[in-house]
Structure formats: structure tokens, C-alpha cells
């Protein structure tokens, strides 16, 4: 009889369950988009954005948080789907809370101390306090503060996290051989959230529905369906994933129709809910497009993405996401720079720079000390437990045997 232990330890037979562990070229995308939500910005503040074509495409860049979502979909989904085929035991949904919370928020409350602190357009009231440090400044009218603006798409993906759990009990039924129908089932969410736009929801002034999680569903559903796809053996449609030519071609022309009215107007102007939904369908195939040839594809050390400047861009990509907004606000008094008058060059080669270093300073003074606090805390529990554990069986009386009562 096989166990799921044996079917985890024989790739050979389920070639994609190797990517359960970690795959190099995934951080290195992580990277790449940081840097695009980077680039996105810094073209909208230095009026890069009016450039005719070009001004387009900088401004679509903002789809790189459509990589971040699928990433966490596929990362954090990827235990689910190994559950559903037997191939490892359900995630303890107090640890992986516990987890998430040490991973985001530590350097996030820094951040959000210095900027409320140090920068005098942030503002500083109890409610854009409370509001930015509990996360739901998607929630609360005029609580997305400047130096802070990005952090919207934070708010709904820890708002995905906390709904992960409840996402995967509703799936629980589809294990064993029911669990071909996970993708199906995940296909067809996405297509109703794609709707999201045209639901009537009341919100108060400076609130708009379309940043909550309903509507982003679909970009966290593309690494869903990822890990899906991940779990079964050799198919047709791994082969075609990891034709990486093929794959490109698609998230090129799908990223040219986004530059389009059809996924929304220009600049800060709001879609109608048919542009709405187009561009969140646009960047799903994006992000899936994207992620698919890493996912499937050889999983040797990729030649860019797997290289030691990308993996260590990647290790930073969450302090580029959430320090280059104060970077780049300081950026322009320093050199003596008007905002919205150009120097898009050379505010984002600076911006680049000032935001990697930092970035690498928050990461070794405050997420890595704060993953091997947890790691260690763990560690000292579970030795906690062995030990009881183990002096619980010292102290069971030894059973009577014929032989030992005969001695």
C-alpha cells in the first residue's frame, strides 16, 4: 500500500509536487514586481504618464500587483490542494495565521510609525492611526495617507489571508477523487467575481467597493489554479504551461489590451464596471502567464530570475513594495525636484537605489530577526512537547508478559 509520504518522496510518478518547496524563480518574480508597482509610481508623480504610448504602458505596470496576488494565491493554496490528494496532512490554521502575521506585520507597523511620524503630509489623526495599523484603510474614508497610498493592495491581501482558511473548508468535500472538480469549481468563482464591478454597494465618499478582496479574487485565483495544476501528474496542459515563448506571447498581448480603454481610461479616472472586470480578467491571464513556465518548468536555477541579484531583490520585495512610496516623497525635495515636471529617469534610478537599501536594511533588522524569533519560539516548544511526550512514556508501567512473569 503506497502512503502519502511515498507519493510526496517520488516526483518521478507526480512530477509537479516537487514545487511544493521552493522554487528560486518565483522570489525573483517577486522581485520584478515590486519593482514594476515601483515604476508605476514614480511615472505618475514625475507626469510620466501623459508620454502618449509610453505614458500607458508605465501606468499598467500597476497590474504587477496581479503577480503578487497569483504568488500568494499559488504559495498559500499549495497545501490545500496537496491535502485534497492525499498528499500531506491539513495546515494547522492557528500556525499559518500566526505565521502570516509575523511575516507581514513587524516591518509593515514601522513603516507606517515613521511615515504618520517623520513625513508631514501623512497626516497623523487617531483614525488614520488606527486605521493604517489595523489594516482596513480600504475601509475607512480618508485614511490613505500619503506615503502610504500602496498599501491598499496590503489590505486585501491580508484580507484574503484571513478568508484562506474559510476558502479551503469550502473545498473540502472536493478531495480524493472529487477533487477534480477543485479547478472547476475555482474557474467558475473567478467568472462570478469578475461581476464585482456592477454590484450596488453602498460606501461613504472616498471609498470605492472595487479595492476590496470580491473584486481581486480572480489575480489570487490564477496561483489557485496553479497549485491546482501543480498536484497532478504529467498532462497535456503542463506541456503547453511550460512552453515559455508561447506564454509570453499571451501576457504581451494581454498586457497590450490593458493599455487600452478597455481595461479603463487614463490616470486616476474611475472604469465603468465592464472596464472593471476586463482589467482584472486581463491581469489574471497576466499573472497566470507570468507564473505557469516558472511553476512547470525546469526547476534548476533560472538564468535571470534565479540569479543572485534577482533572489536578493526578491528577499526585499516586500520592503521595495512598502518603504519606496517615503523614499520617493523624499526624493524630490532633496533634489530639488517638482513633482509632476519630469525626471522620470533619474528620479527612478534614485528611487531604485535609496528604496533597495532600505529595503535590505529592513529586512535584516526587522523581517529576518522576526522570522528566526518565530522559528526559534517554535523550535523551544515543540522540544516542550517531545519532552513531556516522551517522560509520559518513561513513566507507563511496562506491560506483564508470560515470559517476564515466568522470570
Known sequence: MTTSADHVDQPSVLP??????????????????????????VAFQTGAVSIPVLGRIFGRFDLAVAVFFALSGFLLWRPHAATARGFATRPAVGRYFLHRAVRILPAYWVVVVVVLTFLPSAGGGWRVWLSNLGLVQVFVPLTLTDGLTQMWSLSVEVAFYLVLPLLAFT????????????????LGAMAVSLGWGFVPVSTPDGIHADNWLPGYLPWFGAGMVLAELAMLSERPVHRFLRRRGLMMLIVLVAFGLTCTDLAGPEGLQRAQPWQYAVKIALGAVIAFGLLAPLVFGDHGRHRYLGSPLALAVGRWSYGVFIWHLLVLSIVFPVFGI???????????VVTVVLSLAVASASYALVEEPSRVALARWEARRRSSREAVRDRGTADQPTATTPISAAS
Not at 525573483?28 to 519593482?35: D, T, V, W
Request: hydrophobic fraction near 55%; aromatic fraction near 12%; proline fraction near 6%.
Open 171 to 186: 473545498f473540502v468535500r472536493l478531495r480524493g477523487a472529487a477533487a477534480r472538480w477543485r479547478i472547476p469549481v475555482l
Open 16 to 41: 509537479h509536487q516537487a514545487v511544493r518547496g521552493f522554487v528560486p524563480s518565483l522570489e525573483g518574480m517577486r522581485g520584478l514586481a515590486a519593482l514594476g508597482v515601483l515604476v508605476t509610481h
Open 338 to 348: 517638482v513633482p509632476f515636471q519630469g525626471d522620470f529617469v533619474f528620479v527612478l
